[in-house]
Each structure stands twice: as C-alpha cells, then as structure tokens.
C-alpha cells in the first residue's frame, strides 16, 4: 500500500535549471496539492487540483507550474530554479471530508 | 477567513512528565481540525482529527486532543512522553475553502532523557 509516491527524494539544481518533482497517489483520490515546507513557516499551498484536469494556484504559486497528467499523477514543475525555492516539497491528496495524505517530501536545494 | 496560531515553536519536557502542544484556530465556519507529526526528514503522518463528533479525540501513539469552541482551542496532550514522541507537530483547520488545508507554523517537541 503505497499511498503517496513523490520522487526524487534529494535533489540539488543550479540558478536557472529546470526540473519536474512527480507525485502520483494509489488511493483514487480526486484531489491533490503541493506543499512547500520551510523553517517557521509551517506548509504553503503552491497549487493544487481539485479533480482530473483542473489546477488552480495556491499561496505562493509563482515560480512554478504544475500538470494534473491523470487522475494518479500531479507534477510541480521549476522552470528556472532560483535560490528563494530552496526548500522542501510534499504532495498530498485526499478525498472529501477526509484529512491529507502526504509523501515523504522531495528536499530541493539551488545554489 | 482560516488561521491557525501554535503558540509554541518549541517546547522540552523530561521523558515520563506530560506534553502540552498549545493550537488556537480562527474559523468562519464549523472547522474540521487535524493533528500532524513529522519526524526528522520524514513525511508528515496524521495523529487524529477532530470533525464534529466528539470534543475529547482520541489518536495514534497516546495522544489526545480537546475542541473548545468556546476558546477556539485544539491543545494536544500525551500523558507520559516518550523519547521517539521527539519530532514537528502541525496543527491544521479546514473548513473545505480555497486553500482547503491551513497549516500553523509547527511546534518542536524536545523530550529529554
């Protein structure tokens, strides 16, 4: 029972590199989010889907872009690193009226 | 509008005394209420939730939780720590709005031997 499944786990980029984070969820849920985690600021809402084929932006959504490719997957993309997002990265998913799922976070460092 | 204020970014209690993991929320509406914990480089793992039915919430590894709705409170206590307790605590509101999921800042438990 896998849950939630974000790779890669580690990952170190240059100012100005690109690079996907994938997520993707077994437990049929129609929702999904990315979260970023940094110190004493608890999680922040990036973007998030709602259902299959719909993604609105969260609190801090600039700098990224995401694709809800299947109702399994939700990829956060960076398209020009920069060193404000640094940090650290959780996808979850839930179902209605049910709490978040979270993985086990991708942990993204650019110098 | 949602918040979620954890009046303690850290707290150290001895091994064997009890915890006390402070949350005051800011709700329009009936909120459903959750406890996180996340341990170093680990994902977060719910403890329990609080969603309308009982005030007194019981979850995993000992913990409880009370909804005051007078104190717009949801304090976290565990009568006995134990070191592997050692880890983040979230607490989070919800009322189902845009966000969906709002997140305190965290508080660091330290539990001393």
């Known amino acids: 029972n896998a849950g939630v499944t974000q790779t890669p786990k580690f990952q170190v980029l240059k100012t100005g590199q690109s690079m996907t984070l994938q997520c993707a969820q077994d437990?049929?849920?129609?929702?999904m989010y990315w979260y970023r985690q940094d110190p004493g600021m608890g999680l922040r809402l990036i973007y998030y889907?709602?259902?299959?084929?719909?993604?609105d932006k969260g609190e801090v959504p600039n700098g990224y872009n995401v694709s809800r490719l299947n109702k399994r997957e939700f990829s956060l993309r960076l398209e020009s690193a920069a060193p404000s997002q640094t940090s650290v990265y959780f996808c979850?998913?839930?179902?209605?009226?049910?709490?978040?799922?979270f993985g086990q976070g991708t942990r993204l460092t650019v110098v | 509008a949602q918040s979620v204020t954890q009046l303690d970014s850290h707290v150290s209690v001895s091994e064997g005394t009890p915890v006390l993991l402070r949350c005051n929320y800011s709700?329009?509406?009936?909120?459903?209420l959750f406890w996180y914990v996340q341990h170093p480089n680990k994902g977060l793992q719910l403890l329990l939730k609080?969603?309308?039915?009982?005030?007194l919430v019981k979850g995993i590894n000992g913990f409880e939780a009370e909804f005051k709705k007078s104190e717009t409170s949801f304090h976290l206590t565990k009568p006995s720590a134990h070191m592997s307790d050692a880890a983040e605590y979230f607490c989070?509101?919800?009322?189902?709005?845009?966000?969906?999921?709002?997140f305190g800042t965290g508080t660091r438990l330290k539990v001393l031997a």
């Open positions: 979850a998913s839930d179902r209605p009226s049910s709490e978040a799922f």
């Open positions: 437990m049929n849920h129609n929702s």
């Open positions: 889907s709602a259902s299959e084929g719909t993604t």
């Open positions: 709700s329009s509406y009936s909120p459903s």
């Open positions: 609080y969603t309308s039915a009982a005030t």
């Open positions: 989070v509101v919800s009322t189902g709005g845009t966000y969906k999921y709002i």
